[in-house]
């Protein structure tokens, strides 16, 4: 089975406007981390927002905020007032509790149309 | 900002040479990772390193590849014998520690191109 699930190979967005790009996960550890990074077309990997398995409230770092739904393990990224610059792939990620490794799904391309 | 550090960014080399890939991490960083991405694919783990040693590894990490640490600040990952397959981005990662709450700090990768 997948480790992470990301079904939307690709996603427009109208600019200014908000979007969800989904992610699910798979695992029986009770303790595990979620990262969403961003890959531009540069190559770059950019680490953009975490979840711990045992946080009570969802993360949020200025216009990234993760919808956190534990029970339904999903792990959704919503990115607000969507910009131009925000065109990239993303990618959902975990580590699972004693690993060190993270395990990245398939990702999800992502354009904004002005 | 202290940055992961990636040299060179795009290499090309003959099938069946060597190559070896070099990475900066993040001067306090104690853990150290190297991960690829085939074009189009998703990112996948290949070895964590910590103490001078590998700590962890992927079944992708066979005896082809091999990392060190050859001084207190360069970390390397070397193919031997290097084949078609193996082009891909290749991403070193540092991390201060390491547990389920720790993201690692991706460098800009190097893209190897196996002709």
């Known amino acids: 089975a997948q480790k992470i699930t990301q079904t939307q190979p690709g996603m427009f967005v109208q600019e200014k406007e908000a979007v969800t790009l989904d992610c699910t996960y798979d695992?029986?550890?009770?303790?595990?981390?979620l990262f969403w990074y961003k890959q531009p077309s540069s190559g770059e990997m950019i680490f953009l927002i975490y979840?711990?398995?045992?946080?009570?409230q969802n993360a949020t770092e200025g216009r990234y905020s993760l919808n956190f739904q534990k029970a339904r393990k999903s792990a959704n990224l919503v990115i607000s007032a969507s910009q131009l610059g925000d065109s990239a792939m993303y990618f959902c990620?975990?580590?699972?509790?004693?690993?060190?490794?993270?395990?990245f799904g398939t990702g999800t391309k992502l354009q904004v149309i002005p | 900002e202290p940055e992961v550090t990636q040299t060179p960014s795009h290499q090309v080399t003959q099938m069946g040479q060597e190559v070896i890939l070099r990475c900066v991490p993040i001067?306090?960083?104690?853990?150290f990772y190297w991960y690829r991405q085939i074009l189009g694919q998703k990112v996948e783990f290949l070895v964590s390193?910590?103490?001078?040693?590998?700590?962890?590894k992927s079944e992708i990490f066979d005896d082809q590849f091999s990392v060190e640490r050859p001084d207190g600040s360069n970390f390397t990952l070397k193919i031997r014998s290097t084949k078609l397959e193996d082009s891909a981005m290749y991403f070193c990662?540092?991390?201060?520690?390491?547990?389920?709450?720790?993201?690692?700090?991706f460098g800009q990768g190097t893209r190897l191109t196996v002709v």
């Open positions: 001067s306090n960083h104690l853990y």
């Open positions: 990620a975990m580590r699972e509790g004693g690993y060190q490794k993270v395990t």
């Open positions: 695992t029986s550890d009770p303790s595990y981390g």
């Open positions: 990662a540092s991390g201060p520690l390491t547990g389920v709450d720790t993201e690692a700090f």
């Open positions: 979840q711990g398995s045992y946080d009570q």
């Open positions: 390193f910590y103490n001078n040693e590998i700590s962890e």
